[in-house]
């Protein structure tokens, strides 16, 4: 082991790193887990005199090679925490490594929450929002659209701080930098007083759900749905604020949705498909029949967010919100006129238009429609199928899940693209953060 002048733990690497899925691995010549933005800055610098690229990777949860590189890995563990609470202004800073599922916690603690959030929470803050991590809302966007303020390491080692009134223009981009900015050292988030969800899961058929989508988006402040495919039974939920009291789900009926039937036997299921996969439509029939209507009422990330333990690899695209309906029902005729078995529900959600440059709500309303299967079942077949869909409605591909789409293509449906790329230039000329996905998607 080598330390940098600041104290450091800089590692020359001896193992392959792999993300979540097991669908992408990386063999970087050394790691590093600075403990301060002052080592980050120094391990940055001393990767640059040495010719190494710099790649900051989180939990890994992106099914892209975003993260990946052959040269300086950066870990951010050691970043982790709440800096400062502001309750006048309304936010909290945070440090750029701590998981969502802690940040979550803390706020709690403090009787404070983010506005809205996505399904998983064991991504760090910085790998969430860099990637464009978002849940559903008619109203409340994605999790990088709740910024108000962020600190990047840039490629010389200068520390910037980014808001509104400072640095406006790398602010604007960064909040979705995908890592080609700089390294995200801290989020200072909004935040409000901690409040009620009142969830209300419940079965509906897919010719019902897609017939009502407009209205069950207008009436409910986050919407979202999951289909079956082989089937016409879908599975909603509708999460709206209350006035309380709280009701969370009972600690059995709770463990039997969540654990039993969404993960433990969903893995047997779904290990099942992957080994006799003509099995995979009776399987889809029973498993969207199983999960059955309830409600309840907590405070947010226990409504937003589910345990998440069937591994999978994802796809997901973001269409113009008029557009997802017509593209799902493509989808389930193309799977219903092919041979393909697919093993795991399609998520449909919602956002509304923002104004960050690589957000995939970027300047529009939209319905995202995202496609999984599970872990070593192969996808290709189906995965291009769907984008081949998707990409007939001009739709923007998750940043952190599998796309073959090019930055030729992007700057087609990104009208903001040209802004990012030229901050990227004069924040990053030399590609000290580059790597091969960027190159596709971004362009040298």
């Not at 029902?329 to 449909?348: G, H, N, Q, T, Y």
Request: aromatic share 8%.
């Amino acid at each position: 082991m080598t330390n940098t002048g600041t104290g450091a733990a800089t590692r020359n690497a001896t193992s392959t790193w792999r993300n979540w899925a097991g669908n992408v691995s990386a063999r970087p010549t050394r790691t590093s887990s600075p403990a301060s933005v002052a080592e980050l800055a120094e391990a940055v610098v001393r990767a640059a005199e040495d010719g190494l690229r710099v790649k900051a990777v989180g939990t890994g949860h992106s099914f892209t090679s975003a993260a990946a590189t052959d040269g300086l890995l950066i870990r951010p563990d050691l970043l982790t925490g709440i800096r400062a609470i502001d309750r006048k202004a309304g936010t909290v800073t945070v440090e750029a490594g701590t998981p969502l599922k802690r940040l979550n916690e803390a706020l709690a603690r403090e009787g404070l929450s983010l506005t809205n959030m996505g399904d998983i929470m064991d991504q760090t803050v910085a790998g969430a929002t860099s990637t464009g991590t978002h849940g559903t809302g008619r109203e409340s966007a994605s999790i990088a659209a709740q910024i108000r303020a962020l600190e990047l390491v840039t490629a010389d080692g200068s520390v910037l701080t980014c808001s509104p009134d400072e640095n406006p223009d790398v602010f604007a981009s960064a909040r979705i930098g995908l890592g080609a900015l700089g390294v995200v050292s801290a989020i200072t988030f909004a935040v409000e007083p901690v409040f009620l969800l009142t969830a209300r899961e419940e079965p509906m058929s897919f010719d019902r759900v897609t017939s009502e989508f407009d209205a069950l988006v207008a009436e409910n402040e986050h919407f979202e749905f999951y289909w079956f495919p082989h089937t016409g039974n879908c599975n909603t939920k509708r999460n709206n604020r209350s006035a309380g009291p709280a009701a969370p789900a009972g600690t059995v009926s709770g463990w039997i949705e969540d654990e039993l039937l969404s993960n433990g036997l969903f893995q047997v299921a779904c290990s099942l498909g992957r080994a006799v996969p003509r099995t995979i439509p009776v399987i889809a029939r029973v498993s969207s029949r199983a999960l059955s209507a309830r409600m309840y009422t907590d405070i947010p990330y226990k409504v937003f967010t589910s345990p998440r333990r069937v591994r999978f690899v994802e796809m997901e695209y973001a269409l113009p919100r008029e557009s997802a309906v017509g593209a799902l029902r493509e989808v389930k005729a193309m799977i219903e006129r092919s041979p393909l078995r697919v093993s795991f529900p399609v998520e449909v959600r919602t956002a509304p238009a923002d104004d960050i440059p690589l957000s995939t709500a970027s300047g529009r309303e939209t319905a995202y429609i995202a496609v999984h299967l599970y872990r070593g079942t192969p996808y290709r077949s189906y995965f291009t199928a769907v984008e081949r869909i998707m990409t007939a409605h001009g739709g923007r591909p998750h940043w952190g899940k599998v796309h073959t789409r090019d930055a030729a293509y992007l700057a087609g449906v990104y009208p903001r693209f040209e802004e990012f790329t030229a901050v990227r230039d004069r924040l990053d000329p030399e590609r000290l953060f580059g790597n091969p996905y960027l190159r596709r998607v971004i362009g040298a």
